[in-house]
């Protein structure tokens, strides 16, 4: 399989894990948000999904930037902007590159995080996306150093991100919607850091296919 043709198979396995969890994350947004999550992530991937047919034989930078425009035209919500420009400062990394290597693997995923970061104006600590993305991020980034290969390294960032996700019941709000509720929002996990721990997984299991 070439290395498109598996970003293609990803994204893919990404959308069917979050339509799969449509309801679950939609229920979690429920509680400390407006009860849409789930459906407009579910919207967006769909819509992915029903492009990638078009992206075979495009580059990586391709494929990334039309998913991102695809997620951001068709997510409605917070979520839409902000997983839209981490996919299309990913796609940056990449552009024109039919093959990669670990170094744009972590690259990717670091402006992933810088454009969450800036869009948002949040960080890691703010109860978002970014409390799963970052420490995932942190793990890849350390079992590539640590000279492991891609299947483990992403073993390693599905349990990191399931830790940030977890550490998300703890904390306050302080960005989106659930800030509203201040310290109510405590002991509820975050919607959107559900969303990318399943799409970390969602990697995870496309490699060990
Ligand atoms: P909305 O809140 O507009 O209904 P969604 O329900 O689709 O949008 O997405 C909510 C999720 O978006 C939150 O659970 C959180 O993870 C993420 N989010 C919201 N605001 C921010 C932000 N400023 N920075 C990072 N992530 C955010
Ligand atoms: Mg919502
Ligand atoms: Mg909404």
Known sequence: MSSTDLLIVILENMGKNIIENKDYLTELDRVIGDADHGINMSKGFS???DKLGEMKGKDWGYILKNTA??????VGGASGPLYGTAFLRAATVVDGKMDIDHEDVVNMFEQAIEGIKARGKSDRGDKTMLDALIPAFDALKAAYQNGLESKKAFQMAEDAALEGLEYTKTIIAKKG???????RSIGHQDPGATSTYIAIRSIKETLEE
Not at 69 to 74: A, F
Not at 177 to 183: C, D, I, N, T, V
């Open 47 to 49: 819509a992915v999904n």
């Open 69 to 74: 425009m695809t997620l951001i035209s068709t």
């Open 177 to 183: 919607r659930a800030s509203y509720l201040g310290e």
